[in-house]
Each structure stands twice: as C-alpha cells, then as structure tokens.
C-alpha cells in the first residue's frame, strides 16, 4: 500500500521569481517520496509557470501543471523527488527552492507531502482544470476527474484569484485552505489507501465571501500505485475450487480440483494464472506487461500421470507424480478424488515456487505466456482417461 500525509505547508507575500521554502518531511529513510504542490499568482496576464524546483537539494522532477491567465495569472502544479536523491536521505526537514518563470506578485505556496513506502517512478494518471470566470460572484468550479490505482494515492491543489472565502472538496479530503496575501488564495487535499477506480469525480469549488468578488482558478491533481504488490492465491477441493488473485505489479493463481477449477489473476505488470482439474479447468491472466499474442504457443505441456486428465505448468521439468497403481478391491472414490485434487495442487504450488526463483523465472517467461494463451482457447483441458 502507498500511504501518504501532508507534512507542511508555508506562504510567501514576496514578490519575486524564486522562492525557498524550509518544510518538515518527518523521520524516514531513502525509500520515501516527496512532493511540494505549489502555487502562484500574478496580477498581470503574462503567463507563469514554474520553471525549476529542488528538495532538500535534489532536482525535482516535474509530474504536472496548469496555468490561467485571462486577466490576472494563477498556477499550479506539483514536483517530486526521491528522498535517496537528496544530500541526508534521512534528513527530517528539507528546503523547497522553487524558480518561477516570470515575477509572482501576489503570493506563492509550497505544501509539502511524504509517502511512507516506495512507489511507481511514474504517475498512474494526472488531471488539470481551471474555470476562467472572472469579476463573477459565482462559484469557482474546478474539475480534476483522473483514474485511480488500487492501494494508492490521489493529491490535489489549487489556486484561486480570490480575497476571501472557502474551498469544498468533492472526491478529495480537504487538508489545507487558506489565504496566501492579497486576491491570493490555494487549498490542497489528498486521497489515501484507495481503490482501483477509473475516471474519480474530483471537484475543488470556492465559494467567495459575501460581497467579495472573486477571478479565475486552476488547478491540478496527480495518483500513484505502490512501486510493487505480490499476490498470490491458490485452492484445492474435490468439489470445485476458484482462486483468484489481483496485484499492481504480479499476480500469481493457482486453482486444482477434481470437479472444476477456476483460476484468474490480474496484474498492472504481469500476470500468471494456472488451472487443473479432472475435469474442467478455466485460467485467466490480466496484465498491461507483455502481450500473450506477441508469442507463438508452443505445444501443449506433457500430461501429468495419475492427475485426472490435467497437465503440468511447463517449468515442472523432472516434477512428475508416479502413477499408482489402483487397488484390488474396489477404491473409494471420495479418497482417491480428495487425494487427485491435492497432488494436483503440489504440482501447482511448485510452479508458483520457481517464478520466486529469478534465474528460473527468466527463462520459463515465454513457456508461462504460451501456456496462459494455451488456457484461455481451452487447448490444454481434456477429459479424464478412463
């Protein structure tokens, strides 16, 4: 899970084009991630935006921002850094040093927010909005609707041409909101622990105050999955069984049964699904790396002796189970199919234990993808041999 928490936040009245901020981060180590979400404000049209932004001496690296200029000039946008990059990693404190690319004369803000585990070098999806209405007393309405990972974050900001009044979060939790110096105003929010949910309804409205008018707005939001996530799943019956497995980076399945299995797995990086039954198996695989169709299947795995019809995950090389030979009275069905679907289910468990094995896990790749595409034509389930 990536967590997430706003450690700070500062202002300044300066009129300038560089701005430093000192913002506490908390204890930790080189594992986290910083973030300053900043905003500016000019009275002028000439647009802004930022042009550079260090964090604790390390260059930022730009995830998303958004200007609006109709008559004056708001911005906002938002810059990360990885904690290893900076001069003490472990640094309880950093300085935000921020270089606008044109003079801010009506305030700037820096708030600052720090991840407690690793994520994706990359943001899982990014929103800007704005509302030009200006000299209105209406409402300012800013729209960040944006995609959102499972276990990850969403943070949000915005910047207001206004004198006074509040901001209303809708999607978001509220965090800061606050008045920065004249016609100067900004709000940030975050969302943490969520979901997978795609296109979130995410709205930041200020409402002015009375017999205040108020101008343009703008703003920006960014969400980020956790740098990784395993999870696995298996089950054994000799009924039926489903294993179902979901994970942001790799996913693993594993379902065995003597009646039907069902097996499915769902990774943003890649996933691996297998099934077996004696008499039925289903296995699915979801995953945005590799694509199954880019490789030629290969031909169908040997067939495990004594597993009721079912074949073997391709890295079980020199993993068979010896055939036994029936006994002379008549067996009991109930035991020999409980005793099939858990042979089965070994076999299985085995092929999840090499994928651990990195050396192992390269080269059986190209076999795992075939054998999935094998799986999802039903080319490698067949009846059990009588």
Request: glycine share 10%; net charge negative; hydrophobic share 40%.
């Amino acid at each position: 899970m990536a967590a997430v928490a706003f450690t700070d936040t500062d202002v300044s009245t300066s009129t300038s084009t560089s701005f430093s901020f000192t913002s506490t981060i908390g204890a930790g180590d080189g594992a986290r991630t910083i973030f300053a979400l900043i905003t500016g404000r000019s009275n002028n049209t000439t647009p802004i935006a930022i042009s550079s932004v260090t964090i604790g001496g390390a260059a930022a690296t730009e995830v998303v921002q958004n200007s609006i200029s109709p008559g004056n000039t708001s911005l906002a946008g938002v810059f990360k850094a990885d904690a290893s990059a900076m001069g003490d990693p472990n640094a309880t404190s950093v300085t935000v040093a921020i270089t606008f690319s044109s003079t801010v004369n009506r305030g700037a803000s820096c708030s600052v927010a720090v991840t407690a585990d690793a994520i994706q070098a990359t943001a899982y999806d990014t929103a800007a909005g704005s509302d030009p209405t200006n000299g209105s007393l209406a409402p300012l309405v800013v729209g960040l609707n944006l995609d959102v990972a499972s276990a990850g974050f969403v943070l949000g900001v915005v910047s207001y041409y206004a004198e006074a009044g509040s901001t209303t979060w809708i999607g978001l939790t509220e965090e800061h909101d606050a008045s920065i110096g004249t016609l100067s105003q900004y709000s940030t929010a975050l969302l943490s622990a969520a979901i997978i949910e795609s296109g979130r309804v995410i709205t930041a409205t200020h409402n002015r105050a009375p017999s205040v008018d108020h101008g343009e707005a703008c703003g920006v939001a960014v969400s980020f999955a956790p740098a990784s996530a395993v999870t696995e799943a298996a089950a054994s019956s000799a009924g039926s069984a489903t294993a179902t497995a979901t994970g942001l980076a790799l996913a693993d399945a594993a379902g065995s049964a003597v009646g039907s299995a069902t097996s499915s797995a769902e990774g943003a990086a890649t996933a691996e699904a297998a099934g077996s039954a004696a008499g039925t198996a289903i296995a699915t695989a979801e995953g945005a790396g590799g694509n199954p169709d880019e490789v030629a299947p290969e031909e169908p795995a040997e067939a495990i002796p004594g597993g009721g019809g079912a074949y073997g995950h391709p890295d079980m090389d020199g993993v068979r189970k010896k055939k036994k030979k029936p006994p002379a009275d008549a067996p009991d069905m109930a035991a020999e199919a409980s005793r099939r679907a858990e042979a089965d289910f070994t076999v299985l468990w085995e092929a999840v234990k090499i994928r651990n094995d990195p050396a192992r896990r390269s080269a059986a790749e190209k076999k795992r993808i075939a054998m999935l595409l094998d799986l999802e034509k039903a080319a490698m389930v067949r009846s059990p041999s009588r």
